[in-house]
């Protein structure tokens, strides 16, 4: 890829000099991203963030799983706001729209220790930080312009971003552009994982001065032909919009730090049908079906920043989530079926108050958190069919709660302490509490991957985490390291389960309760042999048990590692990474969920970059 702005160039927050060794600590910044390539912002986590891998569908949107919980038990965040996909399959999950070309960096919060950021966080935080608008004092325009070519893939990719202002303007524009091929597996079998996908970002910052800031930016994708070769759809189409609003204010007052508020709005229109089926699978399908999908999410949050303890952050947030998908099908000769609302017109709403202070005793620091969510979670378009529907799976004459509040409390205590210069040890123990997602509590009938179907459950409980923490930092000369080992309890968690029934002549899996536990850790280190050379590694294991029914929890990766040397030229011209990536096989799964045993493997990826000029970057 070819780079025309010398601040993306800037190889520093990467480069290993004396005691730095940035790779695998959770924060990534953008040059990291120019680094790897990815092709999304789940590959670039599963890449760079130990502990985190993906579960792939396609070519594309990849979605995260943290600690052995993925979906909507991980809050996704797009500079603070929820963005939430279409699909029901989560065929689009919300790392799917944003382009990593329009991401200033990317934060992994691990565990339930953050409730500034929302409700359910039991796995962790994905804080997607988009580029923002920079404040000059005289007028300064930087362009950029990239290009690059996948293999594999034949993935042509490109983009063109501009960046600059003068004070009080400043602004951000970014447009880039991917169209994918499918790819031929080792018995020379065309793979459809082709797509094309389209991001623009915008943004315009308004400086009152330099502590004080008023912002709108606006993300748009547009998906084409998005091919999934599992599943028994593929997506024609999946628009995306999300605009938002934000205020940024530091140093008020003697008592007010900070003040930032921010309200956004986001959009999701997908399409799934299996038309494009009909032309490379064998057998075909014995039926036409189609699913268009609409989400809708807008939502607020205000938090202030107070000199009080050593800093205290207070707020409330709340979002809206709406969520519609109709399942329209036909025989092959023609006639029109009954229409089923797959997701049947379903609301959740979730207003939450929260306060974060945080406490210095000499070397030893402790913060605490604790929120309150009120929840309301609601089907509107349950009729007769779809209630028969559920009557058939989980009992006639079964009382649905199609109109369920909760209020869900969570908080947690954490300590840090230096024990000395380069050695710091911290333990926390956090409560998290997520609801149902519309889809676990009142999805209808669609297939998903495997040739089952998928009923949801309107009674559901919450899942209630509580988690134990504990980790150490170290830095001793040329060699620094992070480990940390948890341990979670969750009640009350959704899976699913096969209802021994049938529709279609095909298995149909519901949702339930059970009592899971969890447990594992991550180690990453870095050693400097020489002033241009660096030794890095990682590791990451997680453990996960169904407690209720004596088996493995499902999606849960084996142990995994990363090893690798990097090379950094002084100057900063030249930089060479060799990387290997090992994954041991993995025993423990669910027969219900999971397809299997899988085996071990590994890869081993060399990349390069070479500064040609002062503003030029190949990789």
Same mark, same amino acid.
């Given at each position: 890829?070819?780079?025309?702005?010398?601040?993306?160039?800037?190889?520093e927050?990467?480069?290993?000099?004396?005691?730095?060794?940035?790779?695998?600590?959770?924060?990534?910044?953008?040059?990291?991203?120019?680094?790897?390539?990815?092709?999304?912002?789940?590959?670039?986590?599963?890449?760079?963030?130990?502990?985190?891998?993906?579960?792939?569908?396609t070519?594309?949107?990849?979605?995260?799983?943290l600690?052995?919980?993925?979906?909507?038990?991980?809050?996704?965040?797009?500079?603070?706001?929820?963005?939430?996909?279409?699909?029901?399959n989560?065929m689009?999950p919300?790392?799917?729209?944003?382009?990593?070309?329009?991401?200033?960096?990317?934060?992994v919060?691990?565990?339930?220790f953050?409730?500034?950021?929302g409700?359910?966080?039991?796995?962790?935080?994905?804080?997607?930080?988009t580029?923002?608008?920079?404040?000059?004092?005289?007028?300064?325009?930087?362009?950029?312009?990239?290009?690059?070519?996948?293999?594999?893939?034949?993935?042509?990719k490109g983009?063109?971003?501009?960046?600059?202002g003068?004070a009080?303007?400043?602004?951000?524009?970014?447009?880039?552009?991917?169209?994918?091929d499918?790819?031929?597996?080792g018995n020379?079998?065309?793979?459809?994982?082709?797509?094309?996908?389209?991001?623009?970002?915008g943004?315009?910052?308004?400086?009152?001065?330099?502590?004080?800031?008023?912002?709108?930016?606006?993300?748009?994708?547009?998906?084409?032909?998005v091919?999934?070769?599992?599943?028994?759809?593929?997506?024609?189409?999946?628009?995306m919009?999300?605009?938002?609003?934000?205020?940024?204010?530091?140093?008020?007052s003697?008592?007010?730090?900070?003040?930032?508020?921010r309200?956004y709005?986001?959009?999701?229109?997908?399409m799934?049908?299996?038309?494009?089926?009909?032309?490379?699978?064998?057998?075909?399908?014995?039926?036409?079906?189609?699913?268009?999908?609409e989400?809708r999410?807008?939502?607020?949050?205000?938090?202030?920043?107070l000199?009080?303890?050593?800093?205290?952050?207070?707020?409330?947030?709340?979002?809206?989530?709406?969520?519609?998908?109709?399942?329209?099908?036909?025989?092959?000769?023609g006639?029109?079926?009954?229409?089923?609302?797959?997701?049947?017109?379903?609301?959740?709403t979730?207003?939450?108050?929260? /306060?974060? &202070?945080?406490?210095? $005793?000499?070397? !030893?620091?402790?913060?605490? +958190?604790?929120?309150? %969510?009120?929840? #309301?979670?609601k089907?509107?378009?349950?009729?007769?069919?779809?209630?028969?529907?559920?009557d058939?799976?989980y009992g006639?004459?079964?009382?649905?709660?199609?109109?369920?509040?909760e209020?869900?409390?969570?908080?947690?205590?954490?300590a840090?302490?230096?024990?000395?210069?380069?050695?710091?040890?911290?333990?926390?123990?956090?409560?998290?509490?997520?609801? /149902?997602? &519309?889809?676990?509590? $009142?999805?209808? !009938?669609l297939?998903?991957? +495997?040739?089952?179907? %998928?009923?949801? #459950?309107?009674?559901?409980?919450?899942?209630?985490?509580?988690?134990?923490?504990?980790?150490?930092?170290?830095?001793?000369?040329?060699?620094?390291?992070?480990?940390?080992?948890?341990?979670?309890t969750?009640?009350?968690?959704?899976?699913?389960?096969?209802?021994?029934?049938t529709?279609?002549?095909?298995?149909?899996?519901g949702?339930?309760?059970?009592?899971?536990?969890?447990?594992?850790?991550? $180690?990453?280190?870095?050693?400097?042999v020489?002033?241009?050379?660096?030794?890095?590694?990682?590791?990451?294991?997680?453990?996960?048990?169904?407690?209720?029914?004596?088996?493995?929890?499902?999606?849960?990766?084996?142990?995994?590692?990363?090893?690798?040397?990097?090379?950094?030229?002084?100057s900063?011209?030249?930089?060479?990474?060799?990387?290997?990536?090992?994954?041991?096989?993995?025993?423990?799964?669910?027969?219900?969920?999971?397809?299997?045993?899988?085996?071990?493997?590994?890869?081993?990826d060399?990349?390069l970059?070479w500064?040609?000029?002062?503003?030029?970057?190949?990789?």
């Amino acid at each position: 890829n070819v780079f025309a702005e010398e601040k993306v160039t800037t190889l520093e927050p990467i480069v290993v000099v004396g005691e730095k060794v940035e790779l695998f600590s959770g924060k990534i910044p953008e040059e990291r991203i120019n680094e790897l390539q990815p092709v999304d912002i789940g590959d670039l986590l599963k890449k760079d963030a130990e502990g985190i891998g993906g579960i792939k569908r396609t070519g594309i949107a990849i979605d995260p799983i943290l600690r052995g919980l993925t979906k909507d038990r991980l809050n996704v965040l797009v500079d603070g706001g929820f963005l939430y996909g279409a699909c029901a399959n989560r065929m689009d999950p919300p790392t799917f729209h944003i382009t990593p070309y329009g991401v200033g960096g990317v934060e992994v919060i691990k565990g339930p220790f953050d409730v500034t950021r929302g409700p359910g966080a039991l796995g962790g935080i994905i804080n997607i930080k988009t580029k923002e608008s920079k404040y000059y004092e005289k007028l300064e325009i930087y362009p950029e312009l990239r290009a690059g070519f996948d293999g594999v893939s034949n993935g042509l990719k490109g983009g063109l971003s501009i960046q600059g202002g003068k004070a009080p303007w400043g602004f951000n524009l970014s447009y880039d552009y991917k169209d994918y091929d499918g790819y031929k597996d080792g018995n020379a079998k065309r793979i459809t994982t082709d797509f094309r996908q389209s991001n623009f970002t915008g943004g315009i910052n308004y400086f009152i001065d330099k502590n004080k800031k008023i912002g709108l930016n606006y993300m748009g994708q547009r998906a084409r032909d998005v091919f999934y070769p599992t599943l028994a759809m593929d997506s024609p189409k999946d628009d995306m919009d999300m605009i938002a609003m934000n205020m940024d204010f530091k140093n008020l007052s003697s008592l007010v730090k900070g003040l930032e508020a921010r309200v956004y709005s986001s959009w999701v229109d997908h399409m799934m049908n299996n038309y494009s089926k009909f032309i490379y699978t064998n057998p075909t399908p014995t039926m036409r079906m189609e699913a268009p999908s609409e989400s809708r999410t807008y939502g607020g949050k205000i938090k202030a920043t107070l000199d009080f303890m050593d800093g205290t952050d207070i707020g409330m947030d709340y979002y809206n989530r709406w969520w519609d998908i109709t399942l329209k099908r036909w025989t092959l000769a023609g006639a029109r079926m009954t229409d089923i609302r797959a997701i049947p017109d379903t609301t959740v709403t979730d207003f939450g108050i929260f /306060a974060q &202070p945080k406490k210095k $005793f000499g070397d !030893l620091t402790l913060t605490a +958190g604790a929120r309150a %969510d009120f929840v #309301n979670a609601k089907a509107k378009a349950v009729g007769s069919t779809e209630r028969g529907y559920f009557d058939t799976y989980y009992g006639t004459g079964t009382s649905l709660n199609l109109d369920k509040y909760e209020t869900n409390a969570g908080g947690f205590l954490k300590a840090d302490y230096s024990v000395a210069k380069g050695f710091d040890l911290y333990a926390g123990i956090g409560r998290g509490v997520r609801t /149902a997602d &519309p889809r676990e509590r $009142f999805r209808v !009938l669609l297939p998903i991957p +495997g040739g089952k179907w %998928d009923i949801g #459950n309107p009674n559901l409980k919450p899942e209630e985490s509580l988690q134990y923490e504990i980790g150490n930092k170290g830095k001793m000369g040329r060699f620094n390291y992070n480990l940390s080992i948890f341990h979670n309890t969750i009640n009350n968690y959704i899976t699913q389960f096969d209802t021994g029934k049938t529709f279609s002549s095909q298995p149909v899996m519901g949702y339930k309760n059970v009592d899971a536990t969890l447990y594992g850790g991550e $180690f990453s280190a870095g050693f400097l042999v020489m002033e241009n050379i660096s030794l890095l590694g990682s590791t990451s294991y997680t453990w996960g048990e169904n407690k209720t029914e004596n088996k493995p929890l499902p999606e849960i990766m084996p142990l995994q590692g990363k090893l690798g040397v990097r090379y950094d030229e002084t100057s900063g011209k030249l930089w060479g990474e060799l990387m290997g990536r090992f994954v041991a096989s993995q025993h423990r799964y669910d027969p219900v969920i999971d397809s299997g045993k899988t085996n071990g493997f590994s890869t081993l990826d060399l990349r390069l970059g070479w500064k040609l000029k002062k503003d030029i970057l190949l990789t």
